[in-house]
């Protein structure tokens, strides 16, 4: 029978997405709730044909539910995560909360779906939690994946393109905002950033390490090493926050242990799942964010021999994911699929 269903932080951008991608996937739901703060309880929300009321999440909020998408930010997840779990549900947890903990498979469906049955996790029979990735990391390795798999990559350059949507609603907001301000001759209102976002790019905002690296720089490193299961090959990244609304892009160097050319890159890349070439030379179209927007494929062109690495073993791409779809809502239903 269809799984009881609960969204935590339903009135997210994130949880707003689980419901439009849940819809349009037809994903089988036997009951439904919607779950967030106190702020938001009682407000309605449409789903299918129906209007749900959302009830204020408490541990008590899990009885008979049997699948519980979380995005809601990491304390939230820390603080009822278990409690879905004790009450028999697999959570699908959207935050950063429990990616690298020992056990809990950290999934991106067209790269590690073996990873769930290997934590023996069911809907029904065996709960638990099952962790997303963040979004950079799987738009990074939807189509670095295929060609690890074809030539062994040993090392990965990247360098991601931010979009808004990842610092939340209320960056996006400040976006548009300040775009109009600065076109207007306005001074820039500064409220989520203490500098200008609009016509403007910055190193990510997240917390800054002792090793020089900030965190979403260093969640690229160690949860490609946890994904691939190999924590040899070498991650070095360079996360910039640029002003776009919902979609990433990231330039891929990879040096690889053994020889590949254009044309293999190019054919394993076509036949690759969530991947959609865009790699026209002849009219110089490549991926933009918006070509990716509200689209469920990483969109991949750029693919050139690196010039820089002797016999082939060398290759870069340009590459546009959307960051709420894929690199959140859309990657965290597939791995519910893979549990029906
Ligand atoms: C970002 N990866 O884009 C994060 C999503 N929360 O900032």
Redesign the pocket.
């Given at each position: 029978s269809a799984p009881n269903v609960a969204i935590v932080g339903v009135t997210g951008a994130v949880g707003q997405e689980f419901l439009r991608v849940l819809e349009q996937r037809n994903f089988p739901i036997g009951e439904l709730k919607m779950l967030a703060s106190a702020r938001s309880a009682g407000k309605s929300v449409a789903f299918r044909d129906k209007t749900y009321t959302i009830e204020e999440l408490t541990e008590k909020s899990f009885k008979g539910v049997d699948l519980a998408l979380f995005s809601a930010g990491g304390s939230i997840s820390k603080k009822y995560a278990d409690a879905a779990v004790a009450a028999g549900a697999v959570v699908v947890d959207n935050s950063s909360a429990f990616r690298m903990t020992e056990g809990v498979p950290l999934v991106v469906p067209e790269v590690n779906p073996e990873a769930i049955e290997q934590a023996g996790i069911k809907l029904g029979e065996k709960p638990g939690i099952i962790a997303n990735p963040?979004?950079?990391t799987i738009i990074m390795l939807v189509p670095v994946t295929p060609l690890h798999k074809a030539a062994k990559a040993k090392r990965i350059i990247v360098s991601t393109y931010?979009?808004a949507?990842?610092?939340?609603a209320a960056a996006m907001a400040e976006l548009e905002q300040q775009s109009r301000e600065v076109l207007e001759g306005k001074p820039p209102t500064m409220e989520i950033f203490p500098f200008q976002y609009a016509f403007n790019l910055f190193s990510?905002?997240?917390d800054m390490q002792p090793n020089g690296y900030n965190q979403?720089e260093m969640?690229m490193v160690h949860e490609t090493h946890k994904i691939w299961n190999d924590a040899k090959v070498g991650v070095n990244a360079t996360?910039i926050?640029v002003p776009v609304m919902r979609a990433?892009a990231e330039s891929i160097t990879i040096e690889f242990e053994n020889p590949i050319d254009e044309a293999t890159a190019r054919e394993v890349l076509r036949q690759s799942p969530g991947v959609s070439l865009m790699d026209d030379r002849e009219s110089n179209r490549f991926p933009t964010p918006l070509d990716a927007s509200d689209r469920d494929n990483v969109y991949v062109g750029r693919i050139r021999t690196d010039l820089s690495v002797t016999d082939g073993r060398g290759l870069s791409l340009f590459v546009c994911g959307d960051?709420i779809r894929k690199?959140?809502a859309l990657n965290a239903v597939q791995i519910a699929e893979l549990l029906l």
């Open positions: 963040n979004c950079s931010q979009a949507s990842g610092a939340g990510h905002n997240s979403e969640k996360c926050r990433h960051q690199g959140a």
